[in-house]
């Protein structure tokens, strides 16, 4: 008698107990009926303990993996080939460890496109977004505008040389931090990249009264789930994109590639996950 072997699949970062991912492909495992695990691994951050141990999960059968903080240079430089994304944007969120060796792609701004998808439908607003922060998260919704087509991306980071190097690289347009709340009235996205608003962190300052009201503000951050940001908006009355749709979006195409099935984003996956988040916050 053979039997087949689970499928076996995961998350490398560092740290990783904070990881969303494990309940959300073990969701859409269960839907689908598959046998499988997807596993969270803590990898110290030197890129040789991360070659080690994909070398290793290579050898113990794994499909592919997520790879997230500090890790994601790392994923690209272990890789054998990767994908136009994932080399503009120099950081990879997905590793699939094919016959002809590790394929390194980046789904975060795949992810980031579903959700403009959701909001906007085939088409990008003729007004500006404006991108706030300038970081390695900052990057991939960067690609993911032009990608989707907005043709006037602004950028305002606190540390101005970070958005002014953004700015080069992807043809931006920089607005000064401190007169970040001038870009609002015309904006027709907005979208947080920074760590405000973030729990333990101080909120983002802006004069979200000046929005229209069909701007719709995104989120990455996703604890809480509703930033002070998002929650201003609303009132406005403006469409919000917490960074739960976001995240769920983002793994969608590393459960297809590795387990072989559909991964569906919808209420019920998302209710799962508001519930794992109150029950971490002891709500
Ligand atoms: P990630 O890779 O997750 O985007 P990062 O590279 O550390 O993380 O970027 C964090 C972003 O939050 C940066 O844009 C940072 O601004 P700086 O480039 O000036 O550091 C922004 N950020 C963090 N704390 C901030 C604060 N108190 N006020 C304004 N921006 C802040």
């Not at 998808?117 to 922060?133: Q, T």
């Not at 009355?237 to 984003?265: E, K, N, Y």
Request: net charge neutral.
């Amino acid at each position: 008698m053979t039997t087949a072997s689970p499928i076996l699949a995961g998350v490398v970062g560092w740290p990783i107990e904070h990881s969303l991912s494990p309940l959300i492909h073990t969701i859409w495992a269960e839907r689908a009926g598959i046998a499988g695990y997807y596993i969270p691994f803590a990898i110290p951050p030197a890129y040789d303990d991360f070659a080690r141990a994909m070398d290793g999960l290579i050898k113990l059968g794994f499909k592919g993996v997520n790879v997230t903080l500090p890790h994601k240079e790392h994923a690209l430089r272990y890789a054998a080939s990767s994908s136009d994304l994932a080399q503009t944007a120099q950081a990879a969120n997905m590793l699939t460890f094919s016959a002809a060796g590790p394929v390194a792609e980046n789904s975060d701004i795949e992810g980031f496109l579903s959700v403009l998808k959701e909001n906007f439908g085939k088409a990008a607003p003729r007004s500006p977004a404006l991108i706030l922060g300038a970081g390695g998260a900052s990057r991939g919704v960067a690609i993911a505008l032009k990608q989707f087509g907005f043709s006037e991306i602004h950028i305002a980071n606190r540390t101005r040389a970070r958005a002014d190097a953004m700015a080069s690289e992807f043809g931006l347009t920089v607005v000064d931090w401190n007169r970040r709340n001038d870009a609002l009235p015309t904006a027709g996205l907005v979208v947080n990249t920074t760590s405000l608003g973030m729990i333990g962190h101080p909120s983002l300052d802006l004069e979200t009264e000046n929005l229209k009201q069909e701007t719709v503000v995104a989120d990455i951050v996703y604890a809480p789930l509703e930033t002070k940001l998002l929650a201003a908006a609303r009132r406005r009355g403006c469409r919000t994109a917490d960074g739960l749709s976001m995240l769920m979006h983002q793994a969608a195409p590393g459960f297809r590639a590795w387990f072989g099935s559909s991964a569906i984003v919808d209420d019920e996956l998302r209710a799962n996950l508001v519930i794992e988040l109150a029950r971490r916050s002891g709500k």
